[in-house]
């Protein structure tokens, strides 16, 4: 089937199963390849993206529901060669290590602080309950969050 | 050799923000996964949903005729294929049992996820789709999955070797004949207890990935692989495979995260390549988690006993363990050997006397193989031995920190008696390097508040108190940055533990260093580059790092162990030392003075007492190109390899509290604060070296308090994703609270230490003995791990009959 | 990763969907928010041969007043239920328990009406609905019927949707200021609780409702029954597991998840009578 998806600005249009993943159609028909997969249960959030403007699980979307929606990856992150705030921080504060859960980390991180701006360190680990991380223990990548709520 | 060098440009020890980030960041850097390789085949491998079977027919017929489908294999197909089994590379005795492991089983499947039959396909779907039409026909066999009932032999797991035990391994050391029984005998206190490791899935973020890339005419391979150790893999396929080991190139291009999980050589590595050379074509597989969870090794998985004698002080007399360790269904690169390196520690960081007794029987299950995970060996030891520790505190009726100063290695016990540093040598006859336990201890209880927290506990422990506090300490040492080559020929290691680096300054003056270290989230191109910048004088910025493909840096050893910094950082200042040599040389014949009379600073020669009489080393790198007017007898070019063979291995030590409280009603540990003091000598970059420990914690204190590979009795993985197995996230894990002191090795010349693996050597048994602190006033003094809701009210059940 | 391949159909209106569902039988399923079926498709643990997508049915997506009751849309997704000013004036127990579904991402896709109608006894909007007396609308192809919350839910994934028939609208009662509480109980923030508890009271009324203790979402009767008899808190709560059927899984023995309903109850109507 036929789908069109507008991924960091760009009308993607390819011919795809219906079972196709959006993560899937992103990675491997737009060759989008910073969003990560992680598991196959919706449970670690690495393959985070925006849909619509609002942070999703693209492994649990199939490309065809986001058929005429507007996604945004990490690619789409950064403007004129500068990195978004987020992505600044997550540097600063050392928010990454093997950075293969970052990518979903960073994005679910700026949908968190698009519906609450100020969120105290506790809302900060709430609101990323959907994102797994092996590496930091997650301290500075709260961190590099409040940091980035500060900017 | 000095032990601190002198600080000529003070990059080291800089909090320096790691140039890995912003590929990591953008979405730029490419994990294997990631490659576009075009005209790549799809490899989907079927795996037996039985732990214990034999094969009795397989039809791949329907299979092989659904469209996009290549080809499908079963393990019989591809016998003749291999030149060798599956390597392990760890005999860890002349009589240890090792059952031939292909990558597709043949007659029997001996766990649920091993591989039995391989699909090639033209997509990923495609060949996923085709397994669920392969007919395999199996006879069940009985399940192996308590390590004592394995035991018993009473179902054996491979035939061919008649038994389900692979090995025993001992050392006992005694200052005199019998001095163990006799201590315990003489003892004025003693505990024996007996701990269960349960076995833990690593679940590194990214699963494995790979990708073998031949060119048939030229007679090469390459093989992508999410590995911690492309060299290893390297010499091993060419192994496994029958390749002459120069035409077998590995890269491991980003890799995310390892903890030891991608320190193997896995049936899928070497399917892919041989299934690649068959087919003349690229051929790539792609992990799924689920399947990650049966197909990536697992760690831990021992019963632990482990018994104390102590004087009336309280003083250690003697230490004997009694090992089972489970080594699954199959033996896979060091999974013998994982025990082992936990054997040197279950005296803690004691004054123990020469009254040791270990040994460790190590038997086949019919489950997933086991081998390193992040510690491996050491935090079961550390585990062990520190909650012995307050079990033995508990008996004697004394506080636990008291109790581990009194036995504490002293400061003064590194140094002689002239006060030159010589370090501590062991009941085991290791030299620990360096070591300040009660200075790290110090600062613990400081940050933590120990004496507050007791009296804290005092009030709020009350009969009836629906939330118990309780404090629990550990003061490790890790034995890490493995290893002396001829210390891992005594336990006998199928190679050796130095690291290789090459330094070259190129005509530009800008730097290349080249390391035989595997990063897969360490921040090595960025340490590295400081290390290199502070010898040579250079920016860090004017550094690159070059690694993880063996053509590019063809001798290493990788990553694993805490060993990069402590064996490849420090080959990475020989290096340099080389090259400053070097250039001395060029240097002397350009100021026309003596190489003895120079003197090297911030990156520049000067003749001493003169110093406007200097060259910089960037003028000299120039010199070493052109090669116009060099000095006799010296090559052009400024370039030295240098292989650093640890004298030592590196002991990091230090001390954890953790306080937790728990609620009697529900059973659930809530961990209030978490503080963290290590030593690992110098840092190079505290940002990392922090990052490090907050991981690691959370890693140990996920093994307290969430994670347990969980099987029924068929022999079925019950956690078998990321929905069930519970690694935790952000909301679960409270923040840490880090500090340090820094004792120097005095072994290598940066005066380094790994801290790769301390966090997870600490926490486990911090956060347990912090639960049974809270609930040792109601007569708990022992859980297993995880020590989850149910079983912390099933304890308190036991105690209270039921009655909160 | 991958499910097995399916046909998909999308639906512009209920009746387009009802009517696909028709023609494609038993095999075919509704495709709401996904985030209930696709992970279940991706372990190919559900392998439906053809979907019906009902995510662009705009028009069943809504929180309205509706005078004694607040009728919900069943495509209304849990971050909408949370953060609707109406429900959280009217019936504020739904938009707190809506807060706690999954994580971030999750709410920001799935919705009430495909939690309820996977009638999954761990989901935490099934019991909380069914705590609140709600009354579920579903629409087949001779029209809508009503459902009472308590009706429907008959067995482990099991409700009283016929095949062809479509959630398509909540109604929940207004609580009128009683006083609430949701007990999530779990052991990792994002996971399906162990126990959970959602209950209300109201001068001498009061629903309480248990997740994950049975097959179905459990309606504790006899907790009310008590309560509205005189009993004590601590004794009413001691009723908690009466009407409930929990089985052992890898988190809670039979005997812990009866004992975690008894004190998740207990703290439930404590802050509940507040």
């Given at each position: 089937m036929k789908v069109s998806i507008t991924i960091n600005g760009t009308v993607q249009s390819h011919d795809v199963?219906?079972?196709?993943l959006l993560v899937h159609y992103i990675r491997?028909?737009?060759?989008?390849?910073?969003?990560?997969?992680?598991?196959?249960?919706?449970?670690?959030?690495?393959?985070t993206v925006h849909l619509d403007g609002e942070a999703v699980k693209?492994?649990?979307?199939l490309a065809a529901q986001a058929d005429g929606g507007s996604v945004t990856t990490?690619?789409?992150?950064?403007?004129n060669g500068e990195m978004h705030p987020m992505q600044k921080a997550f540097m600063e504060n050392h928010?990454?290590?093997?950075?293969?859960?970052t990518p979903g980390m960073v994005m679910a991180a700026i949908g968190l602080l698009n519906e609450n701006p100020k969120p105290t360190d506790e809302e900060v680990r709430l609101g990323l309950e959907g994102n797994l991380c092996r590496?930091?223990?997650?301290h500075n990548i709260v961190k590099s969050v409040l940091a980035a709520a500060k900017k | 050799m000095s032990i601190t060098q002198e600080r000529t440009t003070n990059v080291i020890g800089q909090r320096m923000l790691r140039r890995e980030d912003p590929a990591l960041l953008t979405g730029e850097a490419k994990f294997v996964n990631d490659l576009v390789i075009p005209g790549a085949l799809h490899l989907a491998v079927l795996r037996s949903p039985y732990a214990h079977a034999r094969i009795k027919s397989i039809d791949v017929s329907d299979a092989a005729s659904?469209?996009?489908?290549v080809a499908v294999y079963t393990g019989k197909d591809l016998?003749?294929?291999?030149?060798?089994?599956?390597?392990?590379?760890?005999?860890?005795?002349?009589d240890m049992k090792n059952p031939a492991h292909y990558p597709l089983a043949v007659d029997?499947?001996?766990?649920?996820?091993?591989?039995v039959a391989a699909v090639l396909a033209t997509s990923e779907a495609a060949s996923r789709d085709a397994l669920d039409a392969i007919d395999v026909v199996y006879e069940p066999l009985a399940a192996v999955i308590d390590l004592e009932d394995a035991l018993t032999?009473?179902?054996?797991?491979?035939e061919s070797i008649g038994t389900n035990k692979s090995y025993t391994w001992n050392l006992k050391v005694e200052s005199a004949e019998g001095a163990v029984d006799k201590a315990f005998k003489t003892a004025a206190f003693t505990v024996s207890e007996r701990y269960v490791q349960q076995r833990l899935i690593p679940m590194a973020m990214e699963p494995r990935a790979v990708a073998a890339v031949p060119q048939p005419f030229g007679g090469d391979v390459t093989l992508y692989s999410a590995t911690q150790v492309p060299h290893i893999l390297k010499v091993m396929t060419a192994i496994t495979l029958g390749?002459?080991?120069?035409q077998m190139r590995v890269v491991a291009p980003s890799?995310?995260?390892?903890?030891?999980?991608?320190?193997d050589v896995y049936a899928e590595e070497l399917l892919c390549v041989a299934l690649a050379r068959k087919h003349g074509a690229p051929v790539r597989w792609v992990e799924e988690r689920s399947e990650n969870t049966q197909a990536t090794i697992h760690g831990r998985g021992q019963i632990q006993n482990i018994e104390l004698a102590a004087d009336k002080?309280?003083?250690?007399t003697a230490v004997r363990v009694r090992l089972i360790g489970d080594m699954g269904a199959y033996l896979q690169l060091v999974t013998p050997g994982v025990p082992l390196l936990g054997a040197f520690l279950y005296g803690g960081v004691y004054d123990l006397p020469q009254a040791y007794d270990f040994s460790c029987t190590s038997v086949f299950t019919t489950m997933t193989p086991t081998d390193a995970y992040r510690g491996a060996g050491r935090p079961e030891a550390t585990y062990a031995i520190e909650v012995a520790m307050d079990a033995l505190a508990r008996t004697m009726g004394i506080d636990p920190y008291e109790l581990r100063k009194r036995n504490y290695i002293k400061k003064?016990?590194?140094?002689?008696?002239?006060?030159?540093?010589?370090?501590y040598t062991a009941f085991h006859g290791l030299?620990?390097?360096?070591?300040?336990h009660l200075a790290a201890a110090e600062k613990a209880m400081q940050h933590a508040d120990y004496t507050g927290l007791r009296k804290k506990q005092k009030t709020q422990?009350?009969?009836?108190?629906r939330k118990r506090l309780g404090i629990g300490m550990t003061s490790y040492f890790e034995m890490c940055g493995l290893a002396p080559s001829r210390v891992l020929a005594s336990l006998n290691?199928?190679?050796?533990?130095w690291e290789s680096a090459t330094v070259r300054v190129l005509p530009t003056s800008k730097v290349q260093v080249v390391t035989g270290t595997s990063p897969h989230g360490q921040g090595h191109e960025t340490s590295w580059a400081m290390i290199a910048a502070e010898k040579l004088g250079v920016?860090?910025?004017d550094v690159d790092v070059l690694h993880s493909d063996t053509a590019i840096a063809p001798l290493g050893l990788d990553t694993?162990?805490?060993r990069s910094l402590a064996v490849g950082g420090v080959a990475i200042a020989g290096a340099c030392d080389k090259v400053i040599d070097k250039a001395r040389l060029i240097a002397a014949h350009q100021l026309e003075?003596?190489?003895?009379d120079l003197e090297f600073a911030k990156g520049v020669f000067s003749v001493k007492g003169s110093p406007d009489k200097a060259v910089p080393i960037a003028a000299i790198a120039f010199a070493a190109f052109t090669?116009?007017?060099?000095?006799?007898g010296v090559e052009p070019n400024l370039e030295a390899q240098y292989t650093h063979d640890p004298k030592n291995f590196s002991w990091p030590f230090g001390t954890h509290i953790c306080v937790v409280e728990v609620d009697?009603?529900?059973g659930k540990v809530d961990v209030l604060k978490y503080v963290a003091v290590d030593d690992?000598?110098?840092?190079?970059?505290p940002l990392i070296v922090e990052g490090q420990v907050h991981g690691g914690v959370v890693q140990g204190m996920a093994q307290a308090l969430y994670e347990e590979a969980v099987y029924d009795q068929d022999g079925n993985?019950?956690?078998?994703n990321l929905a069930e197995y519970l690694v935790p996230a952000a909301c679960d894990v409270p923040p840490i609270t880090t500090d340090f002191t820094v004792t120097p090795s005095t072994t290598n010349q940066l005066g380094v230490k790994g801290i790769g693996e301390a966090g997870t050597i600490g926490a486990a048994s911090a956060v347990m003995n912090a639960v049974i602190d809270a609930l040792s006033g109601l007569g708990i003094t022992s859980l297993d791990m995880p020590a989850s809701p149910n079983n912390v009210w099933k304890a308190l059940q036991s105690v209270q009959g039921g009655k909160q | 990763m991958i499910p097995a391949a399916f046909d998909y159909k999308r639906a512009g209106s209920a009746e387009e969907a009802i009517a696909l569902i028709g023609q494609h039988g038993d095999e075919a399923k509704f495709l709401a928010g996904g985030h209930s079926l696709i992970p279940l498709m991706k372990l190919r643990l559900a392998q439906p041969t053809v979907l019906v997508d009902i995510?662009?049915?705009?028009?069943?997506?809504y929180v309205k007043d509706a005078g004694n009751h607040i009728a919900i849309g069943a495509l209304t997704r849990h971050m909408d239920v949370e953060k609707s000013p109406v429900l959280k004036q009217h019936v504020p127990l739904l938009a707190h328990a809506a807060s706690?579904?999954?994580?971030a991402q999750v709410r920001h896709r799935g919705t009430i009406g495909g939690s309820i109608a996977h009638a999954?006894?761990?989901?935490d909007l099934p019991a909380t609905t069914l705590a609140l007396g709600a009354t579920y609308v579903v629409q087949g192809p001779n029209g809508k019927r009503e459902i009472a919350a308590k009706d429907f839910y008959r067995g482990f994934l099991e409700s009283?949707?016929?095949?062809?028939?479509m959630l398509v609208e909540i109604k929940v009662p207004k609580m009128n200021g009683a006083g609430w509480s949701f007990q999530k109980f779990n052991r990792?923030?994002?996971?399906?609780?162990i126990v959970g508890v959602a209950a209300w009271r109201n001068n001498g009324t009061s629903g309480v409702a248990l997740v994950n203790m049975g097959s179905t979402p459990v309606l504790a009767a006899a907790v009310s029954a008590a309560l509205s008899s005189g009993a004590s808190v601590a004794d009413a709560a001691?009723?908690?597991?009466?009407?409930a059927e929990p089985q052992s899984d890898l988190n809670a023995s039979v005997e812990y998840r009866t004992h975690l309903a008894k004190v998740l109850v207990r703290r439930a109507l404590e802050e509940a009578s507040k």
């Open positions: 199963e219906p079972r196709t491997e028909h737009a060759h989008l390849t910073g969003t990560n997969i992680g598991c196959d249960t919706s449970s670690c959030g690495a393959c693209s492994c649990t979307i990490i690619e789409g992150l950064s403007k928010g990454l290590q093997c950075g293969y859960c590496c930091t223990g997650y | 659904m469209p996009g489908v016998h003749s294929t291999w030149a060798a089994p599956m390597p392990c590379a760890w005999p860890v005795t002349p029997k499947a001996c766990y649920v996820g091993d591989g032999d009473r179902t054996i797991i491979h390749i002459p080991e120069h890799v995310g995260g390892g903890f030891g999980s991608k320190l002080d309280g003083k250690l003064e016990q590194f140094y002689d008696a002239a006060g030159n540093p010589v370090g030299n620990y390097d360096s070591g300040d422990n009350v009969p009836g108190a290691y199928g190679a050796g533990g920016a860090p910025e694993y162990g805490s003075c003596a190489a003895e090669a116009h007017n060099l000095p006799d009697t009603e529900t690992c000598g110098n840092q190079i970059n993985l019950k956690t078998s | 995510g662009r049915v705009k028009d069943l997506s706690h579904v999954g994580d999954d006894p761990a989901s009283a949707l016929a095949p062809d028939e990792r923030a994002q996971d399906w609780a001691n009723r908690a597991a009466d009407d």
